[in-house]
């Protein structure tokens, strides 16, 4: 039994993997991952695209589900089961609990690929579709040739990412799609299936799937908006529709290439809505990704709210802050109305003197030195804001993790490097990772707070938005409420069970949000989608200015219900943070305090 469980462990890790994940600023937050594209490119983005079909003219005939061969990490506890000659039955799907305010009679079907080299991709697309799905409504998530037939019928609406060229689809699924009037969103490969099965597809629905377009088209306009697509994406091709019946179907999304042609990027008959790319790859700020997460929303409930509010987050406030820009942030907010939250970690370390001369430097926030910061935290809560939890230390131990070991510059919760080619790459949790050590940690910091008289937090942060399954975990048990982006690694999730699965750290991924979601940690997420101001390049990242996180935040107008939501550290100019104050609220969006959206 060993023998042959080393040897699918080595048939497992042969497979396409990733490289390590993604640079951040000196001062922020990371851009999640720095993924291989599958020709082998490093790229700057969230989830690689599946490698491109062999052909750009679609298939004839349908797969057998017989051939059908899924790519699952085994376990100790599976292994039994993959050797045993007969064939257990699937598991009961699991249902995911909404956001708050969602409403209680939604719930969504999310249908994922499952088989092939790049099966685990078909996993990670789901859980980012799940994420977004839960600001509306309840879901469950499973691969898609587990469908039975009738399934559809328990749920409001359903959702199909069609990830893997042709995907034996059951023929069940496709005969429910055709015959429900629900709404329905099918993203990418194996339409020509259901168009096969249909028979009378155009007919029936007013367009026609035709082949794979690989021609570099790298704005999607949606809603009079254009966003952006990277030229990563466009190796894996967009699969081209054509609108027979204009008074039937529509192109709701359109991208324009390099020639200035324009075609389909989505296109809508009634319920039934099709994306011919899968838009969580190669993921920016401005990405077509904002177009996917609003027809996503309509399949979760097509009559969402629709709601203009904003965030704003003052970020990494440790015992060394200055209190005096503290004071001033908090008297411009509150003479503006707004509400916002503090981002505090609790101990300030620099344990080899980087920035002290050689000398280390342990500040407590209950420290005597720090007293005048305390103070000036006690005034902005005064004044409108609301305290996190940032971590401990905002560091680990006394080695550069990546930078300098010290508070603020460096990850906690996750252990990082910077390559030779200027890099951060994310290697792995500590060493000493374990709900344990989590929990002290968070002890810590809580004590901290206590001691420092300030108000006990309900609300964390991950500094710099890493941290393993486990953490995760630890902090849903202590707080339920994060505010920051996620990160995620592939294999937590089998068959749509998440926790159910080893946690692959060499395929992580991340994710930012647009509204208040319910991610798989059963965690309430609070959004952060805008970034922040960030003066000069840092690990190949370039700068980002006011103007950049307001272009961003106009493209983001194109969400229903979205959130407008920045963070600003307080050593910048005030000057800036007014111009994004400002800038937001002329957009029509009002600033609202955390607890707010806590609440839906």
Known sequence: MHTVWLTALALFLATPALAGPAPHDSHGKPSIQLPLAPGGSIADRTLPAPPAPSSATLPTSRPSLDSASRLQMPTPQTFAALLSPSVLPAAVPTL???APGADAERNTLILYDSTGAWAWLGEAYAVQTGNLVSHASRYTMHPAID???????????MIYIGSTYDEPLPTALLDDVLATDKPVLWMNSNIWQLSQRAGDFGTRFGWMPLFYNFDEALTVTYKGVDLTRSALAVPSGLLQTSILDPTMAEAVATITDSNGVTSPWATRSGHFTYIGEIPFSYVGSDDRYLAAVDLIGQVADPNMPDRNRALVRIEDVGPDASPNRLRRIADYLYSRGVPFSVAVYTHYLDPNGVYNDGVPVSQPMSARQSRRVRAALQYMVERGGTLLMHGYTHQYQDIPNPYSGVSADDFEFYRSHISADDYVIYDAPPAEDSAAWTQLRIDAA???????GLPTPTIFEFPHYAGSAIDYQVVQQNFGV???????AAGWCPNGACGSGTPDYTRIYGQFFPYTVRDIFGSIVLPESLGNVEPVEVNHHPPRSVQDILASAQRNTVIKDNVQSF????????????KLVQGIQGMGYEFVSPETLKDG
Do not use: C, I, W
Not at 446 to 452: K, L, V, Y
Not at 482 to 488: H, K, S
Not at 567 to 578: E, R
């Open 567 to 578: 963070f600003f550290h307080p050593y910048l100019p005030l000057n800036q943070l007014k």
């Open 482 to 488: 994060r505010y920051d982006r996620a990160l995620y």
């Open 96 to 98: 995911f609990a909404a």
């Open 147 to 157: 469908y039975v037939a009738g399934e559809m019928d328990g749920y409001t609406g």
């Open 446 to 452: 809580f004590a901290e707070f206590a001691a420092s």
